[in-house]
């Protein structure tokens, strides 16, 4: 494995030892740190993940298919780039894996600009993946930061109604809404009422009435 500072994690996982040391190299250069595995099973036991990655993934491997432990990628670990990297691909073959969720399909020998073009584009996307998943977390918790109060005004807020009527919805004086709203807004890092509108949108607050339960993963 290289230890260098790298821009993600690479993982090989291919039964032919002089490719994975020779693609490990090309690799290490790039500034990756590598893992290769030269089976499945291997692979699935030793592996650990440790931020994004990438993983190379031979078609035809000795003890699993290699689509089939992609699905069992995706399933278990969610946003993780798969290649494949195969001698052997047919277009059927080449359709099931991007059917099954790989990001790309490349055939052995494959040209070293090619290679580090693909991985480093599926690196770009899932970095950019994982900030939005961040992003919306954030957002999640700001939510979560309200009173019961604050979060009845935002839910009303974005019914469209007015101070007035949110104070007679609730029973309060419009003043006090105001303060309500204020401390909502802030609390939400919200500047303007489409702003917090978005924010509304993402959580799954829009067209909610009333009690209604929240839609919020």
């Given at each position: 494995?290289?230890?260098?500072?790298?821009?993600?994690?690479?993982?090989?996982?291919?039964?032919?030892?002089?490719?994975?040391?020779?693609?490990?190299?090309?690799?290490?250069?790039?500034?990756?740190?590598?893992?290769?595995?030269?089976?499945?099973?291997?692979?699935?036991?030793?592996?650990?993940?440790s931020g994004p990655a990438c993983v190379l993934l031979d078609l035809r491997l000795p003890d699993l298919d290699g689509i089939e432990l992609q699905r069992r990628l995706r399933d278990a670990h969610g946003a993780l780039?798969?290649?494949?990297?195969?001698?052997?691909?047919?277009?059927?073959?080449?359709?099931?894996?991007?059917?099954?969720?790989?990001?790309?399909?490349?055939?052995?020998?494959?040209?070293?600009?090619?290679?580090?073009?693909?991985?480093?584009?599926?690196?770009?996307?899932?970095?950019?993946?994982?900030?939005?998943?961040?992003?919306?977390?954030?957002?999640?918790?700001?939510?979560?930061?309200?009173?019961?109060?604050?979060?009845?005004?935002?839910?009303?807020?974005?019914?469209?109604?007015?101070?007035?009527?949110?104070?007679?919805?609730?029973?309060?004086?419009?003043?006090?809404?105001?303060?309500?709203?204020?401390?909502?807004?802030?609390?939400?890092?919200a500047e303007r009422l489409p702003h917090l509108m978005a924010m509304a949108s993402e959580l799954g607050l829009v067209g909610l009435r009333g009690d209604d339960s929240i839609a919020v993963h």
């Amino acid at each position: 494995m290289a230890q260098s500072s790298s821009s993600g994690q690479v993982v090989v996982v291919d039964d032919d030892s002089s490719f994975c040391s020779a693609i490990g190299r090309v690799l290490e250069s790039a500034g990756y740190d590598v893992d290769t595995y030269g089976s499945a099973r291997d692979f699935l036991d030793g592996w650990e993940r440790s931020g994004p990655a990438c993983v190379l993934l031979d078609l035809r491997l000795p003890d699993l298919d290699g689509i089939e432990l992609q699905r069992r990628l995706r399933d278990a670990h969610g946003a993780l780039a798969t290649i494949f990297l195969t001698g052997y691909g047919s277009i059927p073959e080449t359709v099931e894996a991007m059917r099954s969720g790989a990001f790309d399909f490349l055939e052995k020998p494959v040209p070293r600009a090619k290679l580090l073009s693909a991985i480093d584009s599926a690196m770009a996307g899932l970095v950019a993946l994982e900030q939005e998943r961040q992003r919306l977390a954030d957002l999640q918790r700001r939510y979560e930061m309200l009173t019961p109060r604050e979060r009845e005004v935002l839910h009303l807020v974005v019914r469209g109604l007015l101070n007035k009527q949110i104070g007679a919805e609730l029973g309060i004086a419009t003043k006090t809404v105001k303060v309500h709203r204020g401390r909502m807004m802030s609390k939400m890092a919200a500047e303007r009422l489409p702003h917090l509108m978005a924010m509304a949108s993402e959580l799954g607050l829009v067209g909610l009435r009333g009690d209604d339960s929240i839609a919020v993963h």
